[in-house]
């Protein structure tokens, strides 16, 4: 079982992965970054459809597999055949099982900036309501991850998502120049790490009561120092 204390360097330097994570970061982020200024067309045709519900169908089976055994022992051929698909339905949709993990992940982040409107200000009790509401819906596919110990598709996922958030609700507020970049790593960084603890207590309360205990215990320490 992991500790708060194993997954805090991956939060705190999101700048120098572990060994072997690099890749995955890269493949996040050109995954994710199709997601700035891109709308979902309403319309699809007999194809694109097929398309999505052989890539929901698998979706579905990989997670039904990793509830039943360990992720890193799931096959493709598996995954298939629980799809009820073939191999090369698979291969014409995805790389391999890490893929399908990603393409959920970016359509998470696509759900989750069309929930979010511009701040109005930079209000941190709004603001972690927000975030730990959205992931809070998104408990058993994240409690899936810690348990298969998909630390770093976790991270990632979750960074890259959130990241493209803070940047898109604070865009007109703010100089757009290279120190958002801190601002940015800075807040994504904190809530990552207050989300993490979150899963790794099984996300038993309430995402209302976890944010308002959250935001009040920053600003007790926060408030004090900015006030003097």
């Given at each position: ?108 982040c696509q759900n989750y900036k069309s929930e979010c409107a511009e701040l109005g200000k930079y209000d941190i009790r709004q603001i972690a309501r927000e975030y730990f509401r959205f ?94």
């Amino acid at each position: 079982m992991h500790q708060i204390e194993d997954f805090v360097p991956l939060f705190t330097v999101p700048c120098t992965p572990l060994q072997g994570i690099q890749s995955v970061k890269q493949r996040l982020q050109a995954s994710i970054s199709c997601y700035v200024g891109w709308e979902r067309n309403p319309v699809m045709n007999g194809h694109e459809k097929l398309k999505e519900r052989s890539g929901r169908m698998l979706t579905d089976a990989l997670f039904t597999l990793m509830k039943e055994k360990d992720y890193a022992s799931i096959t493709v051929s598996e995954i298939a055949e629980r799809a009820d698909v073939s191999r090369r339905t698979f291969y014409r949709l995805y790389e391999n099982k890490e893929d399908v993990l990603y393409s959920y992940f970016s359509e998470l982040c696509q759900n989750y900036k069309s929930e979010c409107a511009e701040l109005g200000k930079y209000d941190i009790r709004q603001i972690a309501r927000e975030y730990f509401r959205f992931w809070h819906r998104q408990k058993d596919f994240l409690m899936l991850l810690y348990r298969n110990r998909l630390d770093a598709v976790m991270y990632y996922g979750v960074y890259d998502a959130a990241s493209e958030i803070v940047g898109y609700r604070i865009q007109s507020k703010v100089k757009q120049d290279s120190s958002l970049e801190f601002f940015i790593r800075y807040t994504v960084g904190g809530f990552g790490n207050l989300l993490y603890q979150w899963i790794i207590d099984g996300m038993e309360e309430e995402p209302e009561e976890y944010a308002d205990f959250v935001s009040e215990s920053i600003l007790s320490y926060i408030q004090p120092v900015i006030n003097t």
